[in-house]
C-alpha cells in the first residue's frame, strides 16, 4: 500500500491502520499484506527497536532509514490491534504465532511507555501533537489488550491473564487522568480539551469492557454537542475533521439512530461539498470543503460499522 497525496511512503501502518475495516470485512489475507513488510524488516536482525517501524520507505524504494520516525506508540499498538482483528476475523491466532516474538517485543513496549505518552506523533500529526495524548493511550491499552486475547486464542492462559490484568489497571488509570466531567480530555494534562477517542472502538468490538464508568456512553454523548453541520470535529483545537475516524466514533453508539446522527452529516459532506475532489477524508466541518488529502485508502474505515456487525453477530 502506499500513501497517495500526503508523499510517496509505502507499507504505512498508520495508513493500513484506518483502512483496516473494509479488508477485515472483505479478505483477511489483503491485510496481512500490508503487514508483512513490516514484519519481515522487523524481523531481519536489522530493525534494533524495541518498538514497530512507520513504514518501508518511498515508492522509488525500500529505505530503511525512514522506518523510524516519532510514532513508536502509534504504530506498535497499530500493529498489535490489527494482529489481534485479523485473528478474531479468521478465527484463530495463526498469523499472530508467525510473528510472535516481535509482537511480545511491542506489547511489553506499550505497557512499559503507552499509558502516558511522551510527546510522541500520532496518526493525526498534522493537528500537531502533545505530550500525555488520551486517545494514543487508548490505542497502547488496546494493544496490549489484544495482546492477551491473542495469547488466549494460542493457548497461552498464563501470559493472557497476566496482559488482560494489566490492560484492565492501566484503562482504569487512564479513566482517572483523562476525566473531565461529562468527557474526557485531548490530553491528561489540558483542562477544557476533548477529542474523538477513536481507538476504543476496539474495547466495544471486541467486547471486552476494559474502560469503567459508561467511558463510552459519556464520550458519545458529549461528542452529539459538538457537532458541526458537515461531521464532529476531530478534537477541541480545530474545526476540521477526519471522516473516516468519524465512522470509527459513530460505530461506538448504542443504536443505529445515534450511528445516524454521526453519519449523515459525513454523507452530507460527500454529497454537498464544493470541493470537486475525490473523497477527501480530512475537511473543514463548518463550510465543507476539503483541507487536503484524497483518494486515499482510510476511506476503508467507513466500513467500521459492517465490521462491528460482522464480528458481533458471528457473520
Not at 508483512?36 to 531481519?44: A, D, G, K, L, V
Not at 443505529?256 to 459525513?266: A, G, I, L, M, W
Request: glycine share 6%; net charge neutral; hydrophobic share 40%.
Amino acid at each position: 500500500s502506499k500513501e497517495n497525496f500526503s508523499n510517496g511512503s509505502i507499507g504505512t501502518v498508520d495508513i493500513t491502520y484506518p483502512s483496516a475495516p473494509l479488508f477485515l470485512v472483505y479478505n483477511t489475507d489483503l491485510l496481512k499484506g500490508m503487514m508483512n513488510p513490516i514484519f519481515y524488516y522487523s524481523e531481519s536482525g536489522q530493525w534494533k527497536k524495541t518498538f514497530s517501524g512507520s513504514r518501508c520507505g518511498y515508492l522509488s524504494g525500500c529505505e530503511r532509514s525512514n522506518l523510524w520516525w516519532r510514532y513508536a506508540l502509534e504504530e506498535s499498538g497499530n500493529m498489535l490491534v490489527l494482529a489481534t482483528a485479523i485473528a478474531i476475523v479468521d478465527g484463530n491466532a495463526d498469523y499472530a504465532a508467525q510473528h510472535w516474538e516481535v509482537l511480545t517485543t511491542w506489547a511489553n513496549y506499550l505497557l512499559k511507555e503507552g499509558l502516558d505518552p511522551k510527546n510522541q506523533l500520532c496518526t493525526d500529526d498534522f493537528a500537531g501533537h502533545w505530550a500525555h495524548n488520551a486517545n494514543l493511550s487508548v490505542k497502547a491499552i488496546m494493544g496490549v489488550a489484544g495482546y492477551s486475547e491473542m495469547a488466549r486464542m494460542l493457548g497461552l492462559n498464563d501470559v493472557a491473564d497476566k496482559y488482560a490484568a494489566i490492560a484492565k489497571k492501566m484503562a482504569v488509570k487512564w479513566e482517572e487522568m483523562a476525566n473531565e466531567g461529562d468527557h474526557y480530555r485531548l490530553a491528561f494534562d489540558r483542562k477544557d480539551t476533548w477529542s474523538q477517542k477513536y481507538n476504543m472502538v476496539w474495547d466495544k468490538l471486541w467486547n471486552l469492557n476494559l474502560f469503567p464508568n459508561n467511558v463510552i456512553r459519556k464520550e458519545i454523548n458529549y461528542y452529539l454537542t459538538k457537532q458541526n453541520p458537515y461531521g464532529l470535529p476531530l478534537d477541541s483545537r480545530k474545526e476540521y475533521t477526519k471522516s473516516d475516524w468519524i465512522m470509527w466514533t459513530a460505530a461506538m453508539s448504542s443504536d443505529k439512530e445515534t450511528f445516524q446522527k454521526f453519519s449523515d452529516p459525513v454523507y452530507k459532506y460527500i454529497n454537498e461539498t464544493v470541493s470537486r475532489v475525490p473523497i477527501s477524508d480530512w475537511h473543514h466541518t463548518d463550510s465543507g470543503k476539503w483541507v487536503g488529502f484524497r483518494a486515499r485508502s482510510v476511506i476503508g474505515g467507513y466500513w467500521m460499522k459492517v465490521l462491528m456487525d460482522k464480528v458481533q453477530n458471528n457473520q
